[in-house]
């Protein structure tokens, strides 16, 4: 699985937060940990996961896409 990005921005947004950076100052993650999340190069872990639900006000299933090889093995 992988952040679905345009919902994670749109929860983001929401909660006025514009971009990575202040995701990242939010977060306590790296700003570069966030950008490979967002470009897709690396899968949240668990505790990311909370972390982002927590701040956003949101659930794992509302950030979160199916990739399509994973769909296939279901």
Known sequence: MKLNRRALRMYM????IYNTAELARATGLHRNQIASLLGGRAQPSVET????CELLNCTPNDILSVVA?????A
Do not use: D, S, T
């Open 13 to 16: 947004a929401q909660a006025e």
């Open 49 to 52: 996961l909370g972390i982002f």
């Open 69 to 73: 090889a994973e769909r296939e093995l």
